[in-house]
């Protein structure tokens, strides 16, 4: 789809995009571009990925007096997501250490780049999924003012499973 959009407009469209399976208590995620994946637990950010732009290459590779002009003028330069010419990078991980309380978030920067890790994890922490997204997407657009991106995100929450009450089988009696 992003490569027809491509043909029809004359323009390089691309999409960033994250992903995430839960199975019992393995989670396993994978993401491209800008969009992030956080897992939160007990209030806190124990995981996040890390941004496909050229900011967060040149941070890893130690130029971060680079990194720092490259996030101020060039913070959405992405070398690698959907639909882009660049040899496509999709980062997976995992984790088999799932608990009763765990928060997942995966948002797109319109979301994400109005808030720190600390903040993202309290309201995680503190509120049902349906509220979380309503603060947070509530939240994103006061900060943005108008300027922001698109705003999408997907919060998975995991609770103690229900308990399923136990039926024992009447007793046969021969006659």
């Known amino acids: 789809m992003i490569r027809l959009t491509a043909l029809s407009s004359e323009k390089e469209p691309h999409s960033t995009m994250a992903a995430l399976i839960v199975k019992r208590d393995v989670a396993i995620w994978a993401h491209a571009g800008d969009s992030r994946l956080y897992l939160c637990r007990a209030g806190r950010v124990t995981h ?3 941004d496909h732009t050229v900011a967060s290459q040149l941070s ?3 130029r971060h007096a680079e990194a720092e002009v490259a996030s101020q003028h060039y913070k959405n330069v992405l070398f690698s997501a959907l639909g882009i010419r660049h040899e496509l990078k999709i980062d997976i991980n995992e984790t088999r250490d799932l608990r009763v309380g765990d928060a997942f978030l ?3 920067d319109g979301v994400w780049a109005y808030f720190d890790d600390t903040e993202i994890a309290s309201v995680l922490d503190r509120l049902s999924p349906s509220e979380a997204s309503k603060q947070l997407v509530k939240l ?3 900060r943005a003012a108008g300027r922001g991106d698109n705003l999408s995100l997907a919060i998975v929450k995991l609770e103690a499973p229900l ?5 024992s089988a009447p007793e046969l009696q021969a006659t």
């Open 48 to 50: 996040r990925t890390v």
């Open 140 to 142: 994103a657009r006061e």
């Open 60 to 62: 890893a590779e130690g």
């Open 163 to 167: 308990e399923v009450p136990k039926f």
């Open 106 to 108: 995966l948002a797109s």
